[in-house]
């Protein structure tokens, strides 16, 4: 069974590239265009990790990572800021936010796949490890 990911980008263009380059590498992809489709579809959809875009009208990046993390139904879910800023203020931002990662835009395709795999799987590590502490 492949890793579910969400993608969230208030542009379809980063969308569909990062869709494609996923999907490529194995994973299964869904979209949101924007903050509010994105907290509804992973309610419904429960991805293992969402990508989200910092800046995009209306719910933007930083308010969805807020609800997500003041949700217990997905507090624990990996989040990855992706956004244009590359300042090392605006990494630090996210990761005090509660972000697993952020990286930065445009991004090749290789450190883009390669950094996914890598968080899915420490996340994995993480949860099973939590799980055999709780039993």
């Given amino acids: 069974m492949s890793t579910r990911l969400l993608v969230v980008d ?3 263009g980063i969308r ?12 299964t992809v869904s979209e949101a265009a924007s903050g509010e489709e ?12 969402v990508l989200l875009d910092v800046n995009m009208p209306g719910m933007d990046g930083w308010k969805v990572l807020r609800l997500l993390q003041s949700d217990d ?8 800021m992706f956004s244009v ?12 936010e509660g972000a697993f990662d952020y990286i930065s835009k445009p991004f090749s395709c290789d450190e883009l796949v390669d950094r996914v795999s890598r968080i899915v799987e420490a996340w994995r590590i993480s949860s099973s490890e939590r799980s055999e502490a709780g039993s």
């Fill in 10 to 12: 208030d542009d379809a």
């Fill in 16 to 27: 569909e590239l990062t869709r494609a380059i996923l999907q490529g590498a194995g994973f």
């Fill in 38 to 49: 994105a907290f509804g579809a992973i309610l419904r959809d429960a991805p293992e990790l």
């Fill in 73 to 80: 139904r997905t507090r624990r879910l990996p989040v990855v």
């Fill in 85 to 96: 800023k590359g300042e090392i203020r605006d990494k630090v931002h996210a990761l005090q």
